[in-house]
């Protein structure tokens, strides 16, 4: 019977990326014995999480598909965070984000992308907590210090002294932003988003941090009118009944 981290550590190589494998190629890839890996894969597709295609190699099944959706209904705010979304990543013409916590990870549960942005989509879904807007958010509006720092660039927050800073920065304006510290050349701007009421009764409650991610360069052109815009959709998506 697989164990829960094995069947863990298979479900998380598929990706955008890479959405299928062989049992050569995922046995080389987690360093096992290809009639190991071919056991998981087997174990998997019987259990309904994986699919086999005509070519023999393995996809995620619809299964997982349902599992989010499942997930995603049980939280009352999600869909409007949705269409909002969709909104930013129109209106600001980049891509537009939704991260959450995850006990102590920050994840990217929502990305869309204009086509007209200047960056790719990114694929990363943990996303480094100190070195993005969203975990700082997140972490100061839940009260929570890191355990790590990560050093992604030379402009990566790197000690708690820099971090409490930081966070000090963030309640006293609302909003924050990463300038080359998660991804040289890029920016992300989040700010809170507020779910009035949640499944816990609790009101006017940080439930996710929303923002949108481009070129540095492009940021700090227009970083007035970008900051304030992106204030302006989601305060105005908080305020609708």
Excluded at 14 to 28: C, D, H, I, M, T
Excluded at 180 to 201: D, I, S
Excluded at 202 to 228: C, F, K, N, W
Aim: with cysteine.
């Amino acid at each position: 019977m697989l164990s829960l981290q094995k069947a863990a550590n298979i479900l998380g190589a598929f990706s955008a990326e890479q959405p299928e494998w062989g049992v050569r190629a995922l046995a080389a890839h987690l360093g096992v014995p290809r009639a190991t890996a071919h056991a998981y894969l087997a174990g998997l597709t019987e259990a309904g999480f994986l699919r086999r295609t005509p070519a023999g190699k393995y996809r995620l099944s619809w299964h997982i598909a349902e599992m989010g959706a499942q997930l995603t209904s049980s939280l009352p705010w999600f869909q409007e965070a949705r269409a909002l979304i969709t909104r930013l990543a129109l209106d600001v013409r980049a891509v537009a984000f939704l991260c959450i916590l995850e006990g102590d990870e920050v994840v990217a549960a929502i990305r869309e992308r204009h086509p007209d942005a200047d960056i790719d989509l990114p694929l990363d879904i943990y996303l480094p907590t100190t070195a993005t807007a969203s975990g700082k958010i997140l972490y100061a509006h839940a009260d929570m210090t890191p355990r790590t720092f990560a050093a992604c660039t030379p402009s990566s927050i790197t000690s708690l002294d820099e971090w409490r800073t930081e966070v000090a920065k963030v309640k006293r304006l609302g909003y924050a932003y990463s300038i080359e510290e998660w991804v040289p050349g890029q920016c992300t701007l989040g700010v809170p988003y507020h779910a009035l009421h949640t499944a816990h009764g609790d009101t006017d409650t940080v439930v996710a941090a929303i923002g949108v991610q481009m070129s540095a360069q492009r940021y700090l052109r227009e970083e007035r009118h970008i900051r304030e815009r992106v204030v302006q959709i989601v305060r105005e998506a908080e305020a609708l009944p």
